[in-house]
């Protein structure tokens, strides 16, 4: 069965939670002109800001990691959104040096070892390649929402990341349900794998489809603690002032 059969369901105050996104997206692009960027995951939550972004002709520069460990289907979102909306997606991949050395030296499954070399590899794979992203821009959009994870139960509509860029959320409130209503609404292209019974998808080696009643990033880093599933894009963020 489809995610969108599944969970497309529509819930009472759809439409204001749809509203809110958007005003946050205009507020932010406003705020922000020439210096904002979505960073996309090109997971549904994304997707749908994507959409929104398109749209309603938003200012706001559409941009990925391409890690080098995705899954093909996810790498294959990149020239399906450039193509359904006609915008150009930027793309920033790991330095292949600095990926390669770190292959060499730690071994193709390195991530499985211990929580230190699988931090290591999102350092080299999407850390570094974010800051480049990230890079003379003042502010950039994401697709958090409150509840993917315990850990994100705290996440507001703008805060400020470490460098002091806004990071706006517009997704805070949205279920899962108002996700894929939004996708289902809106013909919104997304990753096939989401039929698969993976809600939060990453990095091919550290993704795995996740069982009935499982937490919502179960598949994600799933031979870690629960308290150790971020990658280090999402964490210690403030409100912003």
Known sequence: MSAIALYGRKKPGFEDRLEAALQALKDAAASHPGTIVQATSLGAEDMVVTDLIARHQLPITIATLETGALHAETVALIPRIEAHYGLKVEVYRPVEQAVIEFVQKN???????????????CGVRKMEPLS?????RSAWVTGLRREQSNARGEVRTVEADDQGRAKINPLVDWSWNDVWHYIASNDVPYNPLHDQFMPSIGCAPCTRAIAVGQEFRAGRWWWEDESAKECGLHVSQKPAA
């Not at 193709?108 to 211990?114: K, P, T």
């Open 107 to 121: 071994g193709e499954q390195a991530m499985y070892e211990s929580i230190a070399l699988r931090k290591a590899c």
């Open 132 to 136: 480049r992203m990230l890079s003379g």
